[in-house]
């Protein structure tokens, strides 16, 4: 294991222990300048106490705490669907309960205090509630304890059709980077830090480490199709990492960290190997691999959002223009 390898298992140990000391900060600089340039719908005084100054609703009073009409759960703040009633569950705990959110609407912070994780709407910052987890409501092991004053509520009839998404997969390095970067780009709804393309189930960020089960940290890209393409995504991916290195990506050498593209249809595999074939007529040597998704496995939580948590830029990913 090389030093900083090693300085890099003993940095994700101290987050998975103190839970990221630097969250403690609510919302960053950026997530207030990004604020500021939007437009809220109006808020009564008891709406904001509980949305802008997280506050709490008492339990047991709110407006959707036994609500179960079909539809969907929106932001009071701004409108971004976050909840579908398909996922609400009653856990007897006075609030409105779901065991799931709408891919990317909801962002995770660990409170100050380091004991919960706070839940706001990804898009406004708007307070939510908190998410609780191994409280085995649910097969999901997951309770999302939302206040009802923060939400809307739209029925089924009213709602439009739902925006139709597509996945890709790419592992370029730490995924610390090649998720912060790929989540940035239009018309991604959310990236996800993971592992690909090993054997064994499950597998955690420390036996990936150890080089024994094959796997490579991969990024799930979830975006929606009408916005942007895959081969948009993939010259992106092409352009954020070095396709030229072999098992390593800047500082972090081994197996883990080789590039690849995991594709989930065959358009993709053609994409993919079109790209690659338009860089080697470049003179780049590339080493990306081609392969087929098999099973994705979500990383630990510490390791989602890295940057965001932070406030730190990527070590070893940077954009050069290769297309």
Not at 41 to 61: D, S, Y
Not at 159 to 164: N, R
Not at 240 to 267: L, M, N
Request: hydrophobic share 30%; charged share 25%; proline share 4%.
């Amino acid at each position: 294991m090389n030093r900083t390898h090693y300085l890099r298992l003993i940095w994700v140990a101290i987050i998975a222990l103190v839970g990221i000391g630097i969250a403690s900060v609510a919302v960053t600089s950026q997530d207030q300048a990004k604020e500021k340039s939007m437009e809220f719908n109006k808020l009564t005084p008891e709406e904001e106490r509980v949305i802008v100054n997280k506050g709490t609703e008492m339990p047991f009073t709110g407006e959707y705490y036994l609500h179960t009409a079909k539809g969907t759960y929106t932001c009071k703040r701004c409108g971004t669907a976050l909840y579908r009633s398909g996922d609400k569950f009653d856990a007897g705990c006075g609030w409105p309960s779901f065991d799931d959110a709408i891919p990317g609407a909801v962002k995770r912070t660990l409170d100050a205090d380091g004991r919960r994780t706070e839940i706001t709407c990804a898009k406004c910052g708007a307070h939510l509630g908190h998410v609780f987890e191994g409280e085995q409501f649910t097969e999901k092991n997951t309770r999302h304890c939302v206040n009802s004053i923060s939400m809307n509520f739209v029925p089924e009839s009213a709602m439009p059709a739902e925006v139709k998404t597509e996945r890709a997969y790419f592992a370029g390095g730490c995924f610390w980077g090649t998720e912060h970067l790929l989540e940035q780009q239009p018309g991604v709804i959310s990236a996800v830090s993971g592992y690909m393309g090993g054997t064994k189930e499950n597998p955690t960020y420390r036996e990936v480490c150890s080089g024994t089960t094959g796997h490579t940290e991969t990024v799930e890209v979830v975006y929606d199709p009408s916005k942007t393409d895959y081969e948009s995504l993939a010259k992106y991916f092409f352009e954020i990492h070095d396709p030229t290195q072999i098992d390593r990506q800047g500082p972090d050498v081994g197996d883990q960290y080789r590039s690849a593209v995991f594709f989930t249809s065959e358009q993709q595999r053609l994409i993919a190997e079109k790209l690659v074939g338009q860089l080697k007529e470049k003179g780049y040597k590339v080493v990306t691999q081609i392969a087929q998704a098999d099973k994705f496995w979500e990383a630990e939580k510490y390791h989602q959002d890295y940057y965001n948590y932070t406030g730190k830029e990527p070590y070893c990913h940077f954009y050069t223009k290769r297309f």
